[in-house]
């Protein structure tokens, strides 16, 4: 389809009065079917050219008429058929006409109009984390490895994998100054088995005999965050800030 037919089927269906959704309903075809043939992104079949034809009135020899060469027509067939091969690639539509196509790993949002909607980047300072929550797990496990070989932690020093993300959660809770970004079911499993657990090994004078009275500590939970969850709305902050958000 070369840029010359593509602008006379726009100027036909303006002059007709039809819509591109109206034209599309004619035909039995999708909107986004007439779009590209108006941005010359794909070409009509015979029957689709036949009922252009006889809808505007004009002949065909009318409708596809062109002043370009056929070495230009050529290359620009050959040019769309390239471009229909390399994109491989799977479109989502939704009702109002948006639809996000995808390609590969990559994808774009467009609207009704075939216009991509511009992704919001993803926030610097996620990524910034992303890379502290790896250094810090990485860590853990090189911990949990040292703790286990040379001091035959290997049964109780796993809890120490609580603790990236619970030190994550605070870097969340002071980057978003919402204090409902940290991971409280994280640190009170980390303070009950603690307790519990990893310090009657090592803490002779400690009792062992803990698990009942620590199962408390996971009240916690609820009542911190709806301390927190008050104080937010006394504060006038919205209801999605209190989320906990990774």
Known sequence: MTIEIADR??????????????????????RQAVSKWERAEASPDTDN???????????????????????TIVKEQVKE??????????????????????????????DKDGHIIKKKPKD????????????????????????????G???????????????CSFIRAIHKRNANNVNMAFISLFTFFLVCLFLPQYIPTMSKSLWHPMWTVFLAIPLYHSIVGSINKALGKKEEDDKIVK
């Not at 089927?9 to 999708?30: H, T």
Request: glycine share 6%; hydrophobic share 45%; aromatic share 12%.
């Open 153 to 167: 932690m290997w049964a109780y020093a796993w809890i120490f994998f609580f603790v990236p993300e619970i030190i």
């Open 49 to 71: 050219l036949i009922c252009l034809a006889k809808l505007y009135g004009v002949s065909l020899d009318e409708l596809l008429s062109t002043d370009e060469d056929v070495d």
């Open 81 to 110: 058929e390239n471009k229909e091969e390399k994109d491989s690639s799977i479109t989502l539509e939704d009702d109002d006409g948006s639809k996000v196509v995808i390609k590969g790993s990559h994808f774009e949002c467009l």
């Open 124 to 151: 610097k300072f996620l990524l910034w984390l992303d890379t502290v929550d790896g250094i810090l797990s990485g860590a853990t496990l090189i911990t949990y490895i040292f703790l286990g070989a040379f001091l």
């Open 9 to 30: 089927l726009i100027k036909l269906r303006k002059k007709n009065g039809y819509s591109q959704e109206e034209l599309a309903d004619k035909l039995g075809l999708s």
